[in-house]
């Protein structure tokens, strides 16, 4: 594991920019991606539309996302709608190349036909998909993806992607699965906040109730697992 600390959530995002450009150029074909949501990738997409808007060969990308929201792609909620909003709306980005879960869908259905996208789209390592790269935040509360604490057992699933339901406001969400996370060639653990402090100084430290938190279980056989924090989330283990 590579732990990288950063001044802040804006040099998180250049850090992570100036990554993934890298490997899009390193990349001879085609690279699959999976995305989260929240405020940290908000702030790398914000950053790659301006400073990257024509430098990168965005036709070699493939969009999908570790975890969506059960709302239509039109919902503020939606973490596809977010991603439109803060990169692909400001790039010529193929269409075709855009995989959204359909939040729109019966959970439990959209469950089944996004893990055969990925089944169908990614190549396959012990016969289980493999992203080239999966972004992963981390909650207050350690979830990551949209796997939750209370439901942690989702984490072992033998399916590709399951429905999540988050702890407080009850909300569907799809998200991908341990398997699929940890079969990634590489992992970027982006965390940002003081409110990730406390978690992140547990599971560093495998103290407190670190086995817990599903964002223990990040542990890609590849090895290739960046974590990527700010200041403020890293201050319990400097
Ligand atoms: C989501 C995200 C979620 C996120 C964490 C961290 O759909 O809400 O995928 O798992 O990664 O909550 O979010 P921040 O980047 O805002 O800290």
Redesign the pocket.
Known sequence: MKLNILANKQEVAVAFSEYLKEKIEASKGALHVAL??????KAIFDYMAENYKTSIEWNKLHLYW??E?CVLPTNAES?YKMTVDHLLSKIDFPEANIHRVHGENTPADEAVAYGEVLDKNLGKVNDIPQFDIVI????DDG????IFPHEINLWESANNCEVAVHPESGQKRITITGKIINNAKEVAF?I??AGKAPKVKEIINKVGDYTSYPATLVAPTSENLLWLLDKDAAKGIQ
């Open positions: 989260s949501g929240g405020s940290t990738p570790g975890d929201r973490n992963l935040g981390m909650g979830h990551t993806a949209s982006l940002t906040g």
